[in-house]
């Protein structure tokens, strides 16, 4: 299965982009191994339109027409439900192992996601009940899913 990021957002060079990208590179070479492969990260600029609503629906428009065709979907969202990183993997194991193709996590604007956006979504997550800076929320996001990796191929990096 390809797991995608998609970003509202444009994450700059600097010590978050390295970090995230180390995570992310980890990921791309042991994922492979147990059926999870990184298909990269989409950014989407953010919108400029004058109201919230509208703001949140030209980004879920864009998010939406670049999701492959029949991909999972996971919003990360303050509101989401908490997962443990065993919970978070065995999610991805299940959709993995239904069959599924792509998992696109999307992390979304300032503003968050078009309430459209949520009723298409399998799983909206949160990092906590906090709102996190965008860059913070990447390199989180990137830690998740290498840990996702090592979590379903018994490698020690994740302890209980």
């Known amino acids: 299965?390809?797991?995608?990021?998609?970003?509202?957002?444009?994450?700059?060079?600097?010590?978050?982009?390295?970090?995230?990208?180390?995570?992310?590179?980890?990921?791309?070479?042991?994922?492979?191994?147990?059926?999870?492969?990184?298909?990269?990260?989409?950014?989407?600029?953010?919108?400029?339109?004058?109201?919230?609503?509208?703001?949140?629906?030209?980004?879920?428009?864009?998010?939406?027409?670049?999701?492959p065709e029949g991909s999972a979907l996971f919003l990360l969202d303050e509101r989401g439900k908490n997962l443990t990183s065993r919970e978070l993997s065995q999610a991805i194991a299940d959709l993995r192992d239904e069959g599924r193709r792509h998992l696109s996590i999307v992390i979304g604007g300032p503003d968050g996601h078009d309430p459209e956006l949520r009723r298409m979504a399998d799983r909206t997550i949160a990092f906590g009940a906090q709102t996190w800076p965008h860059q913070i929320v990447r390199v989180m996001l990137a830690e998740q899913i290498y840990r996702v990796s090592t979590i379903l191929s018994g490698h020690p990096y994740h302890r209980d």
């Open 1 to 67: 299965m390809h797991i995608g990021i998609c970003a509202v957002g444009r994450m700059k060079a600097g010590p978050e982009r390295d970090l995230a990208d180390r995570y992310l590179d980890r990921f791309s070479k042991g994922g492979p191994a147990i059926g999870l492969e990184f298909s990269g990260v989409s950014e989407i600029a953010e919108s400029r339109a004058k109201s919230t609503d509208e703001r949140r629906r030209e980004e879920s428009r864009k998010i939406a027409q670049m999701r």
